[in-house]
Every structure is written in structure tokens, then in C-alpha cells.
């Protein structure tokens, strides 16, 4: 099965680096996308992480084969959700973090290498109280590379 993805990158529901920036708390060398494709509020969202050799990861995962770590994956995955979530509500974030209670359904299918764009794919399953339900694909060159059904809590800092 292969995927597609929006086109354009100056479409009404696109931002970059700037703006994800502003709504993830993540930062160097965390922070695992690069820019928003497309989005539609409670329903879905499209970004990608461009992977280079240049990732502090690939000097030891795994020498002479670097092999991006299926958790950081993972990671992206759960990070294009919150952007999700975040950008689907009118809750102010500065005083709250999103983190993730659960993964569940967690498959990996192809291995993600240095030069790949990893196409990330969210989409809403549901939304009760605190918590959020999404489902999570991961493709590189429009191959399932990884999904996950991912659960999330929106969480007072001062709580923690």
C-alpha cells in the first residue's frame, strides 16, 4: 500500500519549523519534525522529518549500518500527534505538557535509514476528558515504515 502526500508546502494548513517550534516544548536534539504538510483540526495531520546522517544517533545505532531506533520513530510519530492535540484545542500550553499514557498496536515494517523523508500521519480515533486516541503511520517513500495506536494526556505541569 503506498500513501500520498500533499504536495504543497505553502497550503493554508502547512507551518514549519518556526511554528511547530512554538507549540512542542522538544528542542535539539529531540525535536523530530520538521514541518506540517497538512492539517485539519480533531481529525489529522501530515509532517515529515527529514532523517540525515547527520542525527546523534546514528554514531552508535548501529556503526557502518546506521538504522534509525524504531522508538524514535515512535517519538515522531507521538510528537505529530501533539501538534495534533495542540492544535485542535483552545487550551493554552504554556503551563501544560502532552505526554503519552500508551502505545499500543506497535509494528515496524521497513527499516528507516540516513537520506529518507519520514512521511508521519496522525489521525484522531478519539478525544474524552484529558485523554486522546490516535492512530500513527510512519512512511518513507510511500512505504508503511511503522504504526502505532498511541494514547495522550494534556497534563498540568504543576500536577506533575
Given at each position: 500500500?503506498?500513501?500520498?502526500?500533499?504536495?504543497?508546502?505553502?497550503?493554508?494548513?502547512?507551518?514549519?519549523?518556526?511554528?511547530?517550534?512554538?507549540?512542542?516544548?522538544?528542542?535539539?536534539?529531540?525535536?523530530?519534525?520538521?514541518?506540517?504538510?497538512?492539517?485539519?483540526?480533531?481529525?489529522?495531520?501530515?509532517?515529515?522529518?527529514?532523517?540525515?546522517?547527520?542525527?546523534?544517533?546514528?554514531?552508535?545505532?548501529?556503526?557502518?549500518?546506521?538504522?534509525?531506533?524504531?522508538?524514535?520513530?515512535?517519538?515522531?510519530?507521538?510528537?505529530?500527534?501533539?501538534?495534533?492535540?495542540?492544535?485542535?484545542?483552545?487550551?493554552?500550553?504554556?503551563?501544560?505538557?502532552?505526554?503519552?499514557?500508551?502505545?499500543?498496536k506497535v509494528r515496524f515494517?521497513?527499516?528507516?535509514?540516513?537520506?529518507?523523508?519520514?512521511?508521519?500521519?496522525?489521525?484522531?480515533?478519539?478525544?474524552?476528558?484529558?485523554?486522546?486516541?490516535?492512530?500513527?503511520?510512519?512512511?518513507?517513500?510511500?512505504?508503511?515504515?511503522?504504526?502505532?495506536?498511541?494514547?495522550?494526556?494534556?497534563?498540568?505541569?504543576?500536577?506533575?
Open positions: 500500500m503506498t500513501q500520498s502526500t500533499p504536495n504543497s508546502t505553502n497550503s493554508p494548513n502547512s507551518f514549519d519549523i518556526r511554528k511547530i517550534l512554538g507549540l512542542l516544548p522538544h528542542r535539539y536534539p529531540f525535536l523530530l519534525v520538521d514541518r506540517v504538510l497538512d492539517f485539519t483540526p480533531n481529525q489529522s495531520i501530515v509532517a515529515y522529518k527529514n532523517v540525515t546522517l547527520n542525527e546523534p544517533f546514528f554514531q552508535g545505532h548501529f556503526p557502518g549500518m546506521p538504522v534509525m531506533p524504531g522508538v524514535l520513530i515512535l517519538e515522531a510519530m507521538a510528537q505529530t500527534g501533539g501538534i495534533l492535540v495542540i492544535k485542535s484545542t483552545d487550551t493554552t500550553i504554556e503551563d501544560k505538557l502532552f505526554l503519552f499514557t500508551g502505545m499500543e515494517r521497513k527499516p528507516v535509514y540516513p537520506g529518507d523523508r519520514l512521511e508521519l500521519h496522525c489521525s484522531l480515533i478519539r478525544h474524552k476528558l484529558k485523554l486522546w486516541k490516535m492512530e500513527g503511520k510512519a512512511y518513507v517513500d510511500g512505504k508503511l515504515a511503522a504504526e502505532a495506536e498511541m494514547t495522550a494526556a494534556i497534563m498540568n505541569k504543576e500536577e506533575m
